[in-house]
């Protein structure tokens, strides 16, 4: 083995956690102690000070590397704990990002990382998706939006009448992640319709069932379809589905934490710029949202909430309460 190979060789064995010692390098690479020592300082003064430390325990007569932080430690944490907390991953996929995080930061401060992975094989992290497929779903959709291609697919939805097993044909247009689940806007031709006219729809990443490249290689989109993800998250709540509606609620509990849970929602307030109180001490929140996200919201208020607009939604609320009394008067 040249020298150079040698160098190349004994830095990458070191660059992956590997501690070189002298007595046994020695004997493996049929080398003296001169060259050796040689070889480590080659590697010691070609080492990017930003990325790693040398080390030489003279106890031992060992050379290792620390790397330095690639991502900073507390990025690298706060990142860690994201993920976590959105359960989004399945404990397969996770572990995974977690091992390629935990590579980002300084030696030193790895097992602090690889603690909060501990949360895998202990049971206390429950993915919504327990499918280990995600990333691969994500990869696949990414290069449809990319090269705008046309895909078809089968779609479990959530209608409580059935499954639809209908082969559908569109063309993804973004990605994004809200909710704890990743979901992807598509534009889909409808033949059925004499003009054809399509529409934009939010599916659920992890319903679809096998996406494929449509072999058509071309499918128009209209520039007023081109629904963005800015716009979709701008308007939901939990759910993307239903028209999209100006609403106005009357709020009695902490408005601030209501707007932090309505996208893009407001405090009504008078010409002076003073907030609107109402006779019972509650105020009026407004905004526009997708119907049946806002109906969820206001659903899971309770008395905090009244609608003031507008009366589809009062009339959806009505009718959603009397069947539950319904069902407990049976």
């Known amino acids: 083995m040249d020298s150079n190979t040698r160098i190349m060789q004994l830095f990458f064995r070191m660059a992956n956690g590997e501690s070189i ?89 790895q097992s602090d990382i690889n603690n909060l992975l501990s949360a895998l094989k202990g049971g206390s992290y429950l993915p919504v998706n327990k499918d280990n497929n995600l990333i691969k779903r994500i990869g696949f959709f990414r290069e449809a939006i990319e090269k705008q291609h046309p895909i078809s697919f089968d779609y479990r939805d959530s209608n409580p009448k059935g499954h639809s097993y209908k082969r559908n044909i569109g063309i993804p247009l973004s990605l994004y992640f809200a909710n704890y689940y990743f979901y992807v806007i598509i534009y889909r031709e409808n033949p059925e319709d004499e003009k054809n006219n399509g529409k934009t729809y939010v599916y ?44 106005e609620f009357i709020y009695r509990g902490y408005y601030p934490a209501a707007l932090d849970q309505l996208p893009n929602s407001r405090v009504k307030k008078d010409s002076e710029g003073e907030i609107v109180k109402t006779a019972d001490g509650g105020v009026i929140i407004y905004g526009q949202m997708f119907f049946n996200g806002a109906k969820m919201w206001v659903q899971g208020q309770g008395s905090k909430v009244t609608v003031k607009a507008p009366q589809s939604l009062i009339t959806a609320i009505k009718d959603e309460l009397q069947e539950t009394l319904n069902g407990y008067e049976k």
Not at 209 to 219: D, E, G, V, Y
Request: charge should be positive; avoid cysteine; proline fraction near 3%.
């Open 21 to 109: 010692n002298l007595s046994t390098a020695m004997k493996e690479y049929h080398i003296s102690e001169r060259t050796f020592k040689r070889n480590m300082t080659t590697i010691h003064r070609a080492l990017p000070e930003k990325s790693y430390e040398f080390h030489h325990d003279l106890k031992t007569d060992n050379y290792f590397l620390n790397q330095k932080d690639i991502l900073s430690f507390d990025e690298t944490y706060a990142i860690m704990k994201i993920l976590l907390g959105t359960r989004a991953f399945g404990k397969q996929e996770m572990d995974s990002i977690g091992k390629n995080l935990v590579e980002l930061v300084d030696t030193h401060k």
């Open 204 to 247: 659920r990443l992890d319903r679809f069932s096998n996406p494929k490249m449509h072999p058509r290689k071309q499918l128009t989109v209209p520039d007023d379809k081109r629904t963005d993800e800015a716009s979709i998250r701008n308007k939901s709540y939990l759910m993307n589905s239903g028209s999209i509606i100006s609403y």
